[in-house]
């Protein structure tokens, strides 16, 4: 979700039952003056409230999510496969159980970004 401008930062931190002490505090509306359509069209929308309820019901029940991780890695994939296929101007072709890009150095290399030190020897002693 793109922050909207028109609305104060701490206006757009989802609330559950009150911040925690030492959060930030909401301010009231009308503080920040113009604009309160798009807020009260973004409180009508309860998507976040949907996926938080449905998360508590599967940690009692033990039952898989509607957006589990699972879901979200392979969405994730197909948008930066897509991107490594523009960026070069070819087609890509993926093994999902290997997870890796079949044929294609170049492309191959894509999937990896340099990290930085200290992160950059621990995460290859993780890969191997």
Not at 54 to 65: N, Y
């Amino acid at each position: 979700m793109l922050a909207d401008k028109k609305v104060p930062p701490e206006n757009q931190i989802p609330v559950f039952r009150g911040h925690p002490a030492g959060g930030p505090e909401r301010r009231r509306e009308g503080e920040w003056g113009l604009w309160t359509e798009a807020r009260a069209e973004r409180a009508s929308n309860s998507l976040l409230g949907s996926h938080v309820r449905d998360f508590l019901d599967c940690v009692k029940s033990r039952k898989r999510p509607v957006a589990d991780v699972e879901g979200g890695h392979r969405t994730v994939t197909a948008c930066h496969l897509a991107n490594i296929s523009l960026r070069l101007g070819r087609k890509v072709w993926w093994d999902p159980e290997k997870e890796e890009i079949v044929g294609d150095r170049e492309a191959s290399g894509w999937l990896v970004r340099p990290y930085r030190k200290p992160w950059d020897d621990v995460l290859e002693s993780l890969r191997r």
